[in-house]
């Protein structure tokens, strides 16, 4: 038995080389294919760019009949079938952007047992006919890629993924699944394993660090302007630039295009032709700098992004891991910026005011976890293994954390001063209106609640917004202060912060640091 599987060692080496021209396997990847071919269940938990795909693409062509491999993006499918057909491998897909002949056609070729890997859409495979037709083929088994999309606790839910496994049972024979992502938390994973009904399987997870990767979080304070300057000082290289709508990628791609840099915009509003033209300039360094809606880089391969910029606050840790995953692929330096403000975290729930009441609250909890992350004086990557359920004991002395430890100061009497802000405003203010109050600053909304005669009027007037900002968001997530749920936005005063107000104690908090400051340095 041993010689045996030494043999085939060899023979999955061979293949390897002789179709994909690859000369190793990456990591685990050879244990993975193994675990397959053996008809195991198989679960594979590794970050982007690790090689998962040839986990499955590998025992498809060893095996006998055709491996099922459901993929939630349709513009995905045809990419990796196409890449597949060019290596010689017959691959086909079927989703709703075929012709009832051309479907024909590829049911035909995979009845036959030509065709070695069928890609599929979740929603196209719940047809009636789909079913019928998979009944007919042999199945050597079922691949599931992006499988957190099983998951409501994951970013990415998708309904017709929760019926993959009645699909799968209803198939008649027995297949083995192998199902991957690169994004599980270890409740995702649980839900994930619960729902495909495979406690069995065997659990192929490496770390999810990239020693490689540097991780920053800046305030949104003079946004454009850092970023301008931050894009200069990697004049000619590669980057991402992430921003949550559509409006706001056209209008950076602009602003950086004005200073001399090639950005060109990606979002799902642009002509089809035009988004393709713009992806294609980015891959063939026709253009550096790519500015996005999260809608692009799934599927994208490109090892030598040397930067991925959050403009936005990102909705949920496991996205921005995944977006800036995209970064440094080729094992080579790359810097993950992220720009974060509260009011951003805000927007980003009143978006989720329309949805059903435990999906709002799952992303809800994904954005608090998000805040957290980007208040935090803690190691960056130590937060995010920790995420994801890795323990990483040291700190990593390459995060904006370990290199610049924030400064932390005695802020016992401007809590006391925010608090009683929050009070004497009768809880029905946001952070900035606090802000405006404690600095003594005068706006119409000031005048007209009185909110000038108040006795904490100007009374932190020796410190700016950012300042108060920070502090406020600070005390927010150390519990002396709560959001009020049903207004969001609203600041009110937790028990937490009564207690503080009747007996103040000291507390301990950082400062954000001053970016521009450091940018004026820099030019001297
Ligand atoms: P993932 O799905 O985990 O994000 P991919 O399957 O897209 O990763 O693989 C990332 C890149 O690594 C691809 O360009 C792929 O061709 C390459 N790759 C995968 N396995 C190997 C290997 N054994 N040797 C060299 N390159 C590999
Ligand atoms: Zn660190």
Redesign the pocket.
């Known amino acids: 038995a041993v010689k045996n599987q030494v043999k085939q060692g060899a023979d999955l080496k061979g293949k390897?080389k002789e179709v994909?021209g690859?000369?190793?396997?990456?990591g685990v990847?050879e244990d993975i294919i193994q675990n397959v071919i053996q008809g195991h269940n198989t679960f594979v938990i590794?970050?982007?760019?690790?090689?998962?795909?040839?986990?499955y693409?590998l025992p498809a062509l060893v095996l006998p009949g055709t491996a099922i491999v459901i993929s939630p993006l349709i513009a995905l499918m045809k990419n990796q079938v196409d890449?597949l057909n060019a290596f010689g491998v017959n691959a086909q897909f079927l989703n709703s952007t075929l012709s009832k002949s051309e479907m024909n056609r590829v049911k035909k070729d995979v009845i036959s047992g030509e065709v070695k890997l069928l890609y599929v859409a979740p929603e196209s495979l719940t047809k009636e006919e789909t079913i019928e037709f998979l009944n007919k083929a042999t199945i050597s088994f079922v691949a599931i890629?992006e499988a957190h999309c099983i998951s409501e606790w994951g970013h990415d839910f998708r309904p017709e993924y929760r019926k993959i496994r009645s699909i799968i049972d209803g198939l008649g024979v027995q297949v083995p699944v192998i199902a991957?992502t690169?994004t599980a938390t270890p409740k995702v994973q649980q839900d994930i394993q619960k729902n495909l009904q495979m406690d069995d399987a065997s659990v192929f997870k490496t770390s999810f660090n990239r020693t490689n990767l540097y991780y920053e979080v800046r305030p949104k304070h003079n946004t454009k302007k850092q970023l301008i300057q931050y894009v200069k000082q990697r004049k000619g290289l590669a980057g991402i630039v992430y921003c949550l709508s559509r409006k706001k990628v056209e209008e950076i791609a602009e602003l950086l295009r004005v200073n001399d840099v090639r950005a060109l915009p990606y979002h799902a509003g642009l002509d089809p032709h035009v988004r393709m033209a713009n992806q294609d300039a980015f891959l063939n360094e026709d253009c550096d700098v790519i500015v996005a809606t999260i809608a692009f880089g799934m599927?994208i391969?490109k090892?030598d992004v040397r930067f991925v910029i959050h403009f936005d606050t990102p909705k949920s840790i496991e996205g921005y891991y995944q977006e800036t995953?995209r970064g440094g692929?080729d094992g080579l330096e790359g810097d993950c910026l992220m720009f974060y403000s509260y009011d951003d975290i805000v927007k980003l729930e009143k978006f989720n005011k329309d949805k059903p009441v435990t999906e709002r609250d799952n992303s809800k909890q994904l954005l608090q976890e998000m805040a957290n992350y980007a208040d935090s004086a803690v190691c960056r990557r130590k937060q995010l293994l920790h995420y994801f359920g890795e323990r990483y004991p040291t700190d990593c002395g390459f995060c904006d954390n370990c290199k610049h430890p924030k400064e932390r100061f005695e802020a016992k009497n401007e809590v006391l001063m925010a608090l009683k802000a929050v009070v004497q405003t009768e809880e029905r203010f946001g952070l900035d209106h606090i802000g405006t109050v404690l600095m003594g600053m005068n706006n119409p909304h000031v005048e007209s609640y009185g909110h000038d005669k108040l006795t904490v009027y100007g009374q932190g007037k020796d410190h700016d917004a950012q300042f108060w900002h920070s502090l406020l968001r600070q005390t927010l997530l150390a519990g002396y202060l709560e959001k009020d749920i049903e207004n969001f936005g609203v600041i009110k005063i937790a028990q937490k912060g009564i207690d503080f107000i009747e007996a103040p104690h000291s507390i301990k908090l950082t400062k954000d640091h001053n970016y521009e400051e450091e940018v004026k340095e820099e030019q001297e």
Do not use: E, H, N, V
């Not at 690859?22 to 990456?26: I, S, W």
């Open positions: 390897l994909f690859y000369g190793q396997f990456r990847q590794m970050p982007t760019g690790a090689g998962k795909s040839l986990c693409q890449q890629d991957l690169a599927g391969d090892p995953g692929r």
